[in-house]
Every structure is written in C-alpha cells, then in structure tokens.
Nanobody
Framework: QVQLVESGGRLVQPGDSLRLSCAASGRTFSDYAMGWFRQAPGKEREFVASINWSGSLTLYADSVKGRFTVSRDNAKNTLFLQINSLKPEDTAVYFC????????????????????WGQGTQVTVSS
C-alpha cells in the first residue's frame, strides 16, 4: 500500500518562504519520479514541479520557475518543495504524487501519469 503524506503548509505573508515535505512509503521510492501539483479554490489542479528518480532532473511549470525548487532525499523516502517569494496567487492545496511507472518521466506534467497521491497540504499567502 503506497502512502504519501504532505506536510509544511501554513498561513504565510507575501514574500515569505516555505518548505513542503512529502513522506512516501509502500514503494521503492528511489525507483520513481515524483511530482508536485496544486489546486487553488475554484480552479483545476495544475502541475507545479517534477523530479526524476535520482534527483538529477527537475522540471517546473513556467509560473513557478525561479521561485520553486523540488528536491528529494532517497535515503529518507522524502520529497521536498522549497517555495520562495510567496505570492497570494500561490494560495492552494499542494499535492505530491508518485509516477505510475518506474524510471519514467513520460508525461511528467499530466496528473493521470501519477497513480498515488497525498491528501494535500494547504498553503495560504495573505497579508
């Protein structure tokens, strides 16, 4: 049984930084690419970032490039998302997900290429 548990979301002010974590279990973490997605109120879930199984390749949505950094610690089965210079439009529930196929980055930006998801962590950016 694969489990993904996000943490780290909270209320922050514009310009603040935040690090989200995603603890994974139930699958050989180091064999799978991981992704971060977010869903703002009233909007569809959107791709944020993806990282390959070794951490050597990271990919980002254009809207977050330069402010978001995805990383992973395979020894601790944990995925991270560092978010800097937070903006009100970053307010959303952030989800981590694990790819359905090992050693694949195919369709990394599509949520249907990930087969397990966490419950999400709320990030609210407001002054």
């Amino acid at each position: 049984q694969v489990q993904l548990v996000e943490s780290g979301g909270r209320l922050v002010q514009p310009g603040d930084s935040l690090r989200l974590s995603c603890a994974a279990s139930g699958r050989t973490f180091s064999d799978y690419a991981m992704g971060w997605f977010r869903q703002a109120p009233g909007k569809e879930r959107e791709f944020v970032a993806s990282i390959n199984w070794s951490g050597s390749l990271t990919l980002y949505a254009d809207s977050v490039k330069g402010r978001f950094t995805v990383s992973r610690d395979n020894a601790k089965n944990t995925l991270f998302l560092q978010i800097n210079s937070l903006k009100p439009e970053d307010t959303a529930v952030y989800f981590c997900a694990i790819k359905g196929s090992a050693y694949s980055m195919f369709n990394y930006h599509r949520d249907d290429s990930y087969d397990y998801w966490g419950q999400g962590t709320q990030v609210t950016v407001s002054s």
